[in-house]
């Protein structure tokens, strides 16, 4: 069972970027498909970027496309969302999420498709 733990959030003025950072514990982020969600208050969660468990695939949310990156860092054992160009509308609390799965071809896309989640990290985008 992989335990997970997110970082780098933080408050940040509009135009800037962060890089966040999902550390594992307990097994590989290559064993997983890998995902990050975030939920704004008074909204539903929802996906924001997802590498496959082969790490060859990305996908990513038409709203952070061309802005978020994501990528393993093997050597840390985690997974980095790159976030670039923030806007307001990015601001919200951001989880990491790992998905046992025997597809190591397919990004996840669905919140119920993951199986271990971390506490989350809050990012504020200021204007």
């Known amino acids: 069972q992989v335990q997970l733990k997110e970082s780098g959030g933080g408050l940040v003025q509009a135009g800037g970027s962060l890089r966040l950072s999902c550390a594992a514990s307990g097994s590989t982020v290559s064993s997983y498909a890998m995902g990050w969600f975030r939920q704004a208050p008074g909204n539903e969660r929802e996906f924001v970027s997802g590498?496959?468990?082969?790490?060859?695939?990305?996908h990513y949310a038409d709203s952070v496309k061309g802005r978020f990156t994501i990528f393993r860092d093997s050597a840390r054992n985690t997974v980095v969302l790159q976030m670039n160009s923030l806007k307001p509308e990015d601001s919200a609390v951001y989880y990491c999420?790992?998905?046992?799965?025997?597809?190591?071809?397919?990004?996840?896309?669905?919140?119920?498709?993951?199986?271990?989640w971390g506490q989350g990290t809050q990012v504020t985008v200021s204007l």
């Open positions: 590498i496959s468990r082969s790490g060859a695939n990305t």
């Open positions: 999420a790992a998905a046992d799965t025997p597809s190591g071809t397919f990004v996840r896309l669905l919140q119920r498709e993951y199986d271990y």
